[in-house]
């Protein structure tokens, strides 16, 4: 089974389907075991059958007359064969061999015989499997017919009942862990299934929902180790819940905005065919030219805004100069328009490192912000630095600042000055049209970048006016050095 279908199948399926390779190993282990032990054991038992058969004959051999003489003990050798259950040989000879009573060439064991020391041991004879028992002794007194001084006496059983025990001693270990192992398995079926209870239910809970139930989830009752697993689908369901507010918001306030712009182009062009006077036409189509650009550029700020919130950020290194000089001779026609003085302050070759288009769309919106709205024959700079273990690219301007009120409500969309004391990168302008995108833009981006927006006084930008100054600033990387 490929690793891909095995995912797909049910928990239950899956450790049934782990576990029962397992146990079948463990089991076939453990049967090996029983077969070992069996077969140990019916050895140890049968060669006690044997061991008394030795003892039996050696106790009724006779070497009185010089020859060998036994008496067979037939009363023993009926039992023996009983139990036996089969054939059973015995040997009682000279260790020459010269000398020998029973059956004849019977296996020797294969290590040298102790004086009075029985050996067990599995041989074969004529084609038969036999378990034998050795011993060996000296003669009382030499045979007449010999030199030898040992008597070796041998007795032999076929396995045939030792075999017998031992497979069915087997086959009802196998039985036994075979109803073991399919009990384990229903067992397990059963638990898994009263521990998923749960979970099932936790499914059933979120299959009733309705799309727009951003509710968290109850995890009471749940299995301590799923807890965390819903809690962390808390957590998602509350961000996308923030998420899609803020969509709804934006969708309201652009919706407004675009429906704004576009009643005053209505409007005006109305106006502009009621008129008859060329000059009042003349003066509606110069309007018209205005509100068109101001709603083409918010439009374009609507898409930026909505880039900044969803779009991938695609971080890496770049040059902060060769950025902030794009951005001022994009908006040099601009500046020139309005006599306002542009320029760039950054040191050589500072790198830095973020999101190089999303951080441009930011500062290219500050910049047109401050260009907008600051005084006539006015100064703007673009600035790039690294201090404090922060990233920053600013837009300074050296208007009359804007009012602290607005100033701590920085970044919030679709935000207008009330007063003539808004200018610079950060304001709408007074009576202006803005919607205050600029800034939400800006402030998005750095966020973003988990960094932030801040205004304050331009103090080092030329007079007139204290000026302002926006900055977005982000972490450096570690190690980065400050300039």
């Avoid at 070992?36 to 007359?65: E, I, P």
């Avoid at 299995?223 to 808390?234: E, H, Q, Y």
């Avoid at 899609?244 to 934006?250: S, V």
């Avoid at 909505?306 to 695609?314: I, V």
Wanted: hydrophobic share 45%; proline share 5%.
């Amino acid at each position: 089974m490929s690793w891909s279908r095995f995912r797909r199948l049910s928990l239950t399926a899956q450790l049934l389907s782990l576990l029962l390779p397992a146990m079948l190993l463990v089991v076939g282990a453990e049967l090996v075991a029983t077969r070992v032990d069996a077969l140990a054991s019916a050895d140890a038992a049968y060669d006690r059958s044997l061991s008394g058969a030795l003892r039996s004959l050696d106790a009724n051999v006779s070497t009185a007359s010089g020859g060998l003489s036994i008496e067979l003990p037939y009363r023993l050798f009926e039992f023996f064969q009983l139990t036996a259950n089969g054939t059973v040989y015995f040997r009682v000879a000279t260790a020459d061999g010269v000398i020998e009573i029973g059956s004849p060439d019977l296996p020797l064991p294969p290590e040298p015989l102790r004086d009075n020391v029985p050996v067990f041991y599995d041989a074969e004879y004529f084609g038969e499997s036999l378990r034998l028992g050795a011993y060996t002794r000296e003669l009382a007194q030499p045979l007449s017919g010999s030199p030898a001084q040992r008597l070796i006496i041998q007795v032999a059983e076929n396995t045939v009942s030792r075999q017998q025990f031992s497979r069915n001693f087997v086959v009802r270990a196998a039985t036994r862990d075979g109803l073991v192992l399919l009990a384990v398995m229903v067992a397990l079926a059963l638990i898994v299934a009263v521990a998923l209870r749960p979970l099932a239910r936790l499914a059933q809970q979120v299959r009733a929902r309705s799309p727009a139930d951003m509710a968290p989830l109850d995890s009471e009752g749940l299995p301590a180790d799923v807890v965390p697993l819903v809690g962390a689908i808390n957590h998602q369901l509350q961000r996308t819940q923030s998420v899609m507010a803020q969509q709804r918001i934006f969708l309201d306030d652009a919706s407004h905005q675009l429906r704004t712009s576009l009643a005053t182009l209505r409007t005006q062009i109305d106006y502009a065919l009621l008129t008859k006077d060329k000059l009042d036409t003349d003066a509606t189509l110069h309007a018209l030219a205005r509100q068109v650009s101001h709603a083409t550029r918010s439009t374009n700020q609507l898409l930026a805004l909505a880039r900044s919130d969803t779009a991938a950020l695609r971080p890496g290194e770049f040059d902060a100069g060769e950025l902030l000089r794009e951005v001022a001779l994009a908006l040099l026609p601009r500046a020139r328009e309005r006599r306002i003085d542009l320029g760039v302050d950054v040191v050589d070759n500072l790198n830095l490192f973020g999101d190089r288009g999303m951080l441009r769309e930011a500062l290219a919106n500050l910049a047109d912000n401050a260009i907008r709205h600051a005084p006539e024959d006015g100064v703007v700079t673009l600035h790039g630095e690294v201090a404090d273990g922060e990233q920053r690219l600013s837009v300074l301007d050296n208007g009359p600042g804007m009012d602290p009120e607005l100033m701590a409500r920085v970044g919030e969309r679709f935000l207008r000055a009330a007063s003539a004391s808004g200018s610079g990168a950060g304001s709408s302008g007074a009576g202006s049209s803005g919607a205050g995108l600029g800034l939400a833009i800006a402030r998005s981006i750095a966020e973003r970048h988990h960094g932030g927006l801040t205004l304050a006084a331009a103090g080092d930008v030329p007079a007139p006016g204290p000026g302002l100054a926006v900055c977005i600033r982000w972490p450096a990387p570690h190690g980065k050095e400050e300039t």
